[in-house]
T-cell receptor, first 113, second 115 residues
Framework: GENVEQHPSTLSVQEGDSAVIKCTYS??????FPWYKQELGKGPQLIID?????GEKKDQRIAVTLNKTAKHFSLHITETQPEDSAVYFC????????????FGSGTRLSIRP | GAVVSQHPSWVICKSGTSVKIECRSL??????MFWYRQFPKQSLMLMAT?????????EQGVEKDKFLINHASLTLSTLTVTSAHPEDSSFYIC???????????FGPGTRLLVL
């Protein structure tokens, strides 16, 4: 079945440095790739998404890249801040009325002051 | 906006009782709603998908008679955990999606503790 692998499982970076989280997906028909941030005790919050017709998307300090050939996509956070500490989930889906999102296993990001 | 609410945010109940969790899309109409459960330090596990006015589609291994889902309107879905047992204790999260769109918007979650 469809699978999304996410690495690393934990990541600690110095405040101000960049953080990169990588994911691979198995379903070549996937065409939508959202990233979610989940703070402790809260539901996931969409932070950025990318569709398969685009190779890169940026929103302020956050950027996502997609390599369809290799079935890889990555989240880049620059100039990290303490409030970036959370669990981040990548996901993949192929849109249809019956489609569901396949989540990665999550990355716990800690920002060291 | 795309705000999804859940009620209650947390609930404690005795073993054998039933618990109902509500999921509402506050500022949009959700043709599809999803229910997930999440154990500590784990990813989200999809339990079921519900379309307004239709029966829910359950994932493999999820008992439909134990986890009753009703999607009665375009803004409300409910999950009822029947005859809850301690192993049902978890964080239950719903999400909602507009018709014709891919993005799922998540609620804040409901923490269930069964004693």
């Amino acid at each position: 079945g469809e699978n999304v692998e996410q690495h690393p499982s934990t990541l600690s970076v110095q405040e101000g440095d960049s953080a990169v989280i990588k994911c691979t997906y198995s379903d070549s028909a996937s065409n939508y790739f959202p990233w979610y941030k989940q703070e402790l005790g809260k539901g996931p919050q969409l932070i950025i998404d990318i569709r398969s017709n685009v190779g890169e998307k940026k929103d302020q300090r956050i950027a996502v890249t997609l390599n369809k050939t290799a079935k890889h996509f990555s989240l880049h956070i620059t100039e990290t801040q303490p409030e970036d500490s959370a669990v981040y989930f990548c996901a993949a889906s192929r849109y249809s009325s019956a489609s569901k999102i396949i989540f990665g296993s999550g990355t716990r990001l800690s920002i060291r002051p | 906006g795309a705000v999804v609410s859940q009620h209650p945010s947390w609930v404690i109940c005795k073993s054998g009782t039933s618990v109902k969790i509500e999921c509402r899309s506050l500022d949009f109409q959700a043709t599809t709603m999803f229910w997930y459960r999440q154990f500590p330090k784990q990813s989200l596990m999809l339990m079921a998908t519900s379309n307004e006015g239709s029966k829910a589609t359950y994932e493999q291994g999820v008992e439909k008679d134990k986890f009753l889902i009703n999607h009665a309107s375009l803004t409300l879905s409910t999950l009822t955990v029947t005859s809850a047992h301690p192993e049902d204790s978890s964080f239950y999260i719903c999400s909602a999606r507009r018709g014709g769109e891919e993005t799922q918007y998540f609620g804040p979650g409901t923490r269930l503790l069964v004693l």
